[in-house]
T-cell receptor, first 114, second 110 residues
């Protein structure tokens, strides 16, 4: 597609359940980021994939969070045993090798843990 | 460490100019960006500036960069109610990781 696609757009889950969030970046973009934005907070970096390099996982808040990127394209962010503090909007962004033109963001997945 | 700071709120009258300021600590940032986030919407890239530039103008938007003071600003001329949003300043830090400010909430009053 023309932009970064994220699914689902909204997810309500019960505390303790696992969730998977999907990001489909722009075709050909080698860099992919996951961020989260909690209510009233700024953007919090989670993880960064760049081509075939090892991902930068330094932003993942706990070992309940993991992400993978298959074939250098689609990425899945998995949160295990969700907690209420995981409620946030999870944003994915991608960029081409040359970052002159900025990073294109998806519309995000709004996760609510009840 | 790497950090980007912005004032959290700005209120202007419709038709006035808005100036949103940002300071950053990472002098190695090669590109600096301004993103806009409207209520309930995703992040939209407004403009960017390369670190060897002092100024960039794009229609109603003017970006000023003072590398010595590590200060970036976004000026919106003739601010309209549709400009009401949160504006994020971001820089590309080490490892090409984006470093973000907390965002400035711009309120435009009629």
């Amino acid at each position: 597609g023309a932009g970064v696609s994220q699914s689902p757009s909204n997810k309500v889950t019960e505390k303790g359940k696992d969730v998977e969030l999907r990001c489909d970046p722009i075709s050909g973009h080698t860099a992919l980021y996951w961020y989260r934005q909690s209510l009233g907070q700024g953007l919090e970096f989670l993880i960064y994939f760049q081509g075939n390099s090892a991902p930068d996982k330094s932003g993942l808040p706990s070992d309940r969070f993991s992400a993978e990127r298959t074939g250098g394209s689609v990425s899945t962010l998995t949160i295990q045993r969700t907690q209420q503090e995981d409620s946030a909007v999870y944003l994915c962004a991608s960029s081409p090798q040359d970052t002159n033109y900025g990073y294109t963001f998806g519309s995000g997945t709004r996760l609510t843990v009840v | 460490g790497e950090d980007v700071e912005q004032s959290l709120f700005l209120s202007v009258r419709e038709g006035d100019s808005s100036v949103i300021n940002c300071t950053y600590t990472d002098s190695s940032s090669t590109y600096l960006y301004w993103y806009k986030q409207e209520p309930g919407a995703g992040l939209q890239l407004l403009t960017y500036i390369f670190s060897n530039m002092d100024m960039k103008q794009d229609q109603r938007l003017t970006v000023l960069l003072n590398k010595k003071d590590k200060h970036l600003s976004l000026r919106i001329a003739d601010t309209q109610t549709g400009d009401s949003a949160i504006y994020f300043c971001a820089g590309v830090g080490n490892n090409r990781k984006l470093i973000w400010g907390l965002g400035t909430s711009l309120a435009v009053n009629p």
